[in-house]
């Protein structure tokens, strides 16, 4: 290929052509869609890391207990630190790509805990090279995102996996049972609220320019969004409230508090979502709190379904936690939690991943059995997916759930910066009452980067 010749144009080319070829920084080609290497439930996964610092390090260092561990992919030294130590003979890469170049052959898997906005970029170049792939909660920063690594996990046929780890709760499973046994009727109503941001948010302007870390390669972890200059209020941890890098409270923890009741209720896609109440927004940053109002159609023998979040931790009005305690019946308001009323009764989540609940009124549920399992129960959140990669049952949260999850949880960060109600189409992934809002659904990626 010539040197002259970017790689997105010959990728255009080859596909054009039929070929069907991806070709990476170097030049090497690969053949799109390829299956993943046969692996025995005996023989370990190589597994490679791309994010090996906080939430990253602890998902390498859990999977990294039975499997290989050979490449650790991370744009902070400082931050992967940790995971250089612990895991000394894997190879280490600043440029995933890069990566994906020089061992392409040697990884089976990945794990994907970089921040929001460069899960789709990771988690997609995985697939397409037939890996295995593990991808922190949110799924994605976008929409599009989400639709699309579903689409291509199939595709692909790889083991997925979204890091939602209340799924693989016995506690989660057994009240997705209860629910759906009609333990408290039809449910109508749900109420989710979370403690987050715990990070800053409500800030209207960015802050200057300072120097770059040198142990930081600023340009990478900027990654698919716009150029911007580098300043310690983006990291670690505090982008998560910022549009270009995060999805706010709702996307950092909805793929939580709202994952019992989405599986349980079958929501699939809202018609609307609506900001219904806001702190003040502005340009750069997630407002302190708000108020979003979900509407699902009736699926099958189920009803309508409305889902309202709350978020803003103490920020939130006073009356958010009134409205709760009189839901619950009086019974004291978590952090973080959600409510499912039903025509019979009302279930009860005080935590972040509906592990636990109680039935309420407890006068009207003394004595309660649970119903007979019908779901299977998990052998661990991590040891769950590293089973589908050895040819096991999928994940729970494979894609084809927590994509079409992360869809609807983002659409709520579409709804509060249109700063209106939106009107959705599902299934054209569509919104019918503002064709300048469609725009916030895909975000266009830096020149480098793309799905």
Not at 48 to 65: H, P, T, V
Not at 407 to 430: F, Q, S, Y
Request: hydrophobic letters at 35%; charged letters at 25%.
């Amino acid at each position: 290929m010539s040197r002259k010749t970017n790689r997105r144009e010959f990728i255009k080319t080859t596909a054009l052509a039929g070929a069907g070829l991806w070709v990476g920084r170097s030049g090497q080609v690969f053949a799109l869609g390829i299956h993943p290497r046969r692996i025995s439930p005996n023989e370990k996964l190589n597994v490679a890391a791309i994010g090996a610092g906080g939430m990253g390090g602890g998902d390498i260092a859990s999977i990294g207990k039975t499997e290989n561990v050979v490449a650790l992919c991370d744009v902070d030294e400082n931050r992967a630190a940790e995971s250089f130590k612990r895991f000394p003979s894997a190879k280490r890469y600043t440029d995933f790509r890069k990566m994906f170049d020089e061992m392409g052959n040697q990884i089976d898997a990945c794990n994907v805990s970089t921040p929001d906005h460069t899960h789709a970029v990771a988690a997609m170049w995985a697939m397409k090279l037939g890996k295995h792939v593990y991808v922190q909660k949110p799924l994605t920063h976008d929409v599009y995102e989400a639709r699309e690594l579903t689409k291509a996990a199939a595709k692909y046929k790889v083991a997925t996996q979204m890091g939602n780890q209340g799924t693989a709760n016995p506690g989660l499973r057994e009240a997705v049972e209860v629910i759906r046994a009609g333990t408290i009727g039809p449910v109508r109503e749900v109420h989710v609220w979370t403690n987050r941001p715990v990070w800053p948010q409500g800030i209207k302007k960015r802050p200057p320019g300072q120097p770059v870390p040198k142990t930081l390669n600023w340009d990478l972890w900027l990654g698919t969004a716009p150029w911007r200059e580098y300043n310690e209020a983006y990291l670690p941890f505090k982008w998560r409230g910022w549009y270009d890098f995060g999805t706010g409270a709702l996307g950092d923890m909805a793929c939580h508090t709202a994952n019992m009741p989405f599986m349980a209720l079958k929501l699939g896609y809202p018609t609307s979502v609506e900001p219904v109440k806001t702190a003040e927004m502005n340009d750069e940053t997630y407002p302190l709190w708000s108020v979003i109002e979900y509407q699902f159609p009736a699926r099958g023998d189920m009803p309508p379904v409305k889902w309202t979040w709350y978020d803003g931790g103490n920020d939130k009005p006073a009356w958010v936690n009134e409205r709760l305690r009189e839901l619950a019946h009086g019974m004291k308001i978590p952090d973080s939690g959600c409510l499912l009323i039903g025509d019979k009764g009302v279930l009860f989540s005080p935590d972040d991943y509906g592990a636990e609940y109680k039935l309420l009124p407890e006068k009207d549920f003394e004595g309660f059995q649970p119903p007979a399992p019908t779901l299977p129960r998990s052998p661990g959140h991590y040891a769950e997916w590293i089973n589908a990669c050895k040819g096991g049952p999928p994940a729970m949260s494979n894609f084809s759930y927590s994509g079409p999850l992360t869809e609807t949880v983002v659409l709520g960060c579409v709804a509060l910066r249109a700063g209106h109600k939106i009107e959705w189409d599902g299934p054209n992934m569509r919104i019918t009452n503002d064709r300048d809002a469609n725009k916030l659904l895909r975000r266009e990626y830096r020149k480098g980067w793309y799905l």
